[in-house]
């Protein structure tokens, strides 16, 4: 029921037109708009719009152009390097001892940032239930899943994982999961968490706009809502309970992520860093990811639209990019700082983005629009950086960690044959490295209990794979 409390509120920011439709609705749906405006944050809708007041989609970096202009690519180890880093301090074998160590210990724990959908991939649904294994046609949580299940197997301590779904695939999700018994993880292993959503606000008027006469257009608040949603399901007390004292946050769309690499952890641990992030070399100038850049000790990551051209395509004396290293949106953090950070009120800021939003007409018509017609906004985990004191960048082959599905099948890049075409690529290799050999054209996956060339070859039994195979080998059992 509508309470006179929330009419006047819609009065004084002058967004009545949200009840434009109310007397004609039946009272299920009139009580479900009035649950929906009453969990929206006006003090934050007088933010959102007073940003979009700007036209400045940037604003909310507060990166003047002296910083930028700056900036550098961090220094940082390389994984898999086979030497030093350039501080001659981190070398990839103490990096996976102590690695090794940690996932022994059960101080590493995980989150899952799975809020999107499959509707880009003409898939309904969430992303993660999405097929994409070449040979084993797995989904991709039954990939990742299974990664954290070997991971924990491999070390013997199981891994703590925190799934962040949305309000569009929340349901669908536990659903998916709880089906096919988490995949082999416990289900006190996993804790399921949802990320906000906020209104999107149309261009000009900076009104809310509805999207069906009972509902407001919302959108998820980015993969930064992590924090603040992992908060309010109480998950930072989930993985202090379970002895978890880092956490490594990765993607569903990337089902070659690494965020419990070993050597990974053991340089976050070695460089006695909060907040460390993988990175790969960004090869061209208009490639559309976010770099990771330093100034002063302080470091950023810039979306690739905030680089000026001129700026983007700066480069070296060696003729490497300037500004190269791409993130990738896989992360290590220490506990002690996320919970630093969660007390912190402004420390992840609002974006907007200028996109199109299907919306009800004046005549009460869905409008579905070719052209932006609105402002989304949302938070990325990365504008943490500057909170913390000390920040690593490590440098993986985007080859061997770096998989992202974006696009539907037959699209340019990061399209579903992309992704299988990498996998397949990575277990090729795998198996050269293993002293295997493939037959040419046949497609070869990797399960997700082989780690090392010695897991390859017990996988292989003998040395040639002349038909498609997924290299597998009994799930190893977490103590």
Not at 170 to 180: N, S, V
Not at 354 to 383: M, Q, S, W, Y
Request: hydrophobic share 45%; charged share 20%; net charge negative.
């Amino acid at each position: 029921m509508l309470s006179d409390d929330l009419r006047q509120t819609l009065f004084d920011l002058g967004q009545q037109q949200l009840l434009a439709h109310v007397d004609q609705l039946e009272t299920s749906a009139r009580d479900r708009l009035a649950t929906q405006l009453s969990t929206i944050d006006w003090q934050q809708v007088r933010a959102m719009r007073s940003l979009a007041r700007t036209d400045d989609p940037s604003a909310a970096l507060s990166v003047d152009a002296a910083w930028l202009a700056a900036a550098r690519t961090p220094a940082g180890p390389r994984l898999r390097s086979g030497g030093p880093s350039p501080a001659g301090k981190l070398t990839p074998a103490d990096a996976t001892l102590r690695g090794e160590s940690l996932l022994a210990s059960g101080g590493a724990g995980a989150i899952l940032v799975a809020g999107g959908q499959a509707s880009r991939l003409r898939c309904d649904g969430p992303k993660g239930i999405y097929r994409v294994g070449p040979v084993s046609n797995a989904s991709l949580f039954e990939l990742l899943l299974g990664r954290v299940r070997e991971t924990g197997g491999r070390y013997g301590h199981p891994v703590p994982l925190a799934i962040m779904t949305s309000s569009a695939t929340d349901g669908p999700t536990r659903d998916y999961l709880k089906e096919h018994n988490y995949f082999g993880l416990s289900a006190e292993q996993v804790l399921f968490f949802q990320q906000a959503d906020l209104p999107a606000l149309a261009m000009g008027s900076l009104d809310l706009l509805l999207d069906a006469p009972s509902h407001v257009a919302v959108a998820p608040d980015g993969h930064g809502g992590l924090l603040s949603a992992l908060v309010a399901a109480g998950g930072l007390e989930w993985f202090a309970d379970r002895g978890v004292e880092h956490v490594a946050s990765f993607q569903v769309d990337n089902p070659l992520a690494l965020p419990l690499h070993p050597e990974f952890l053991g340089y976050h641990l070695l460089a006695d860093a909060e907040f460390s992030t993988q990175v790969v070399e960004k090869q061209e100038p208009a490639e559309r990811v976010g770099v990771v850049a330093e100034h002063n000790g302080q470091h950023r990551v810039i979306e690739y639209s905030d680089l000026s051209d001129e700026r983007a395509s700066a480069v070296d004396p060696d003729g490497r990019l300037h500004l190269r290293a791409g993130s990738i949106a896989v992360h290590a953090f220490t506990l002690g700082f996320l919970q630093r950070a969660a007390a912190e009120p402004n420390s992840l800021p609002l974006h907007l983005a200028r996109k199109a939003v299907p919306c009800l007409d004046a005549t009460g018509t869905l409008h579905r629009p070719a052209e932006p017609n609105a402002f989304k906004f949302e938070r990325f985990i990365f504008d943490l950086m500057p909170f913390a004191e000390r920040v690593l960048t490590v440098e993986i082959d985007a080859a061997e960690g770096f998989a992202p599905l974006k696009n539907p099948p037959g699209a340019a890049a990061d399209a579903p044959e992309h992704v299988q075409e990498a996998m397949i690529a990575q277990a090729r290799r795998r198996c050269e490295e293993a002293g295997i050999d493939v037959a040419e054209e046949i497609a070869v996956e990797l399960g997700p209990a082989i780690f090392d060339a010695d897991d390859v070859r017990a996988a292989a039994g003998g040395r040639v794979v002349t038909t498609p195979r997924v290299l597998t080998l009994p799930a190893r059992p977490a103590s």
